[in-house]
Every structure is written in structure tokens, then in C-alpha cells.
Nanobody
Framework: QVQTVESGGGLVQAGDSLRLSCAAS????????MGWFRQAPGKEREFVAS????????YYADSVRDRFTISRDNAKNTVYLQMNSLKPEDTAVYYC???????????????????WGQGTQVTVSS
């Protein structure tokens, strides 16, 4: 089972950029898809992005496509989320999650991903 620890969040202004990191542990990291989710205040958790085992393909929520980029470095057991052109509506706690073995990497289904980490807070001021 893959455990995750997110970092890199902070307070930024609209239009700024941030890069989130997710340090993963577990022997299966290199063979599972990885995804980012987020939860805004008063809202349900939602899918943000996912990538395949080798980080060659990515799938994004419509709300972040063309602004966010997910990537992974399997040698470092780390997943990244580069966030550009941030908007106030991107304010949320961001979570990194490991995909369950055998899922379609281009999945946005909550049930296709494993446990939640502690998350990292991203706050975008207008």
C-alpha cells in the first residue's frame, strides 16, 4: 500500500503559480497510477488530475486543464502538481492519492484511488 505526504501549499495571489509535491512510500508506487484531489471549504472532495504508471499520460478535470500539470519522478517516489494561473476558486486542501492496482489511469472516480494523506492547503487571494 502506498502512503503519501503532500507539501508545497501556501498563500498566493490570483495569477501566481505553485508546485505541490507528494512524497510516496511503498513498494507498489512504481506500478500504480497517481492522482491529485482537492477539497474546497464547504464542498465535497473532487478529482483534479491523474497520471499513468510512467508519467507519460495525464488526465485533468475540466476546471484545471491547461493550467495544471501533473508529473511524477519514479526514481524519487514523488508526484508533482504544477499549478499556473491560479484562481481564487482553486483554494482548497490538495491531496495526493495512489491508484488501486489495475485501474484505468484516466479515472476520476474516488473509489479507484486509495487512502488520503494529510493534504496541503492552497489559498489563492483575489
Amino acid at each position: 500500500q502506498v502512503q503519501t505526504v503532500e507539501s508545497g501549499g501556501g498563500l498566493v495571489q490570483a495569477g501566481d503559480s505553485l508546485r505541490l509535491s507528494c512524497a510516496a512510500s511503498g513498494r507498489t508506487f512504481n506500478v500504480v497510477a497517481m492522482g491529485w484531489f482537492r477539497q474546497a471549504p464547504g464542498k465535497e472532495r473532487e478529482f483534479v488530475a491523474s497520471t499513468d504508471v510512467r508519467g507519460l499520460s495525464a488526465y485533468y478535470a475540466d476546471s484545471v486543464r491547461d493550467r495544471f500539470t501533473i508529473s511524477r519522478d519514479n526514481a524519487k517516489n514523488t508526484v508533482y502538481l504544477q499549478m499556473n494561473s491560479l484562481k481564487p476558486e482553486d483554494t482548497a486542501v490538495y491531496y495526493c492519492r495512489a491508484g488501486r492496482p489495475g485501474i484505468n489511469w484516466a479515472s476520476n472516480r474516488n473509489a479507484d484511488f486509495g487512502s488520503w494523506g494529510q493534504g496541503t492547503q492552497v489559498t489563492v487571494s483575489s
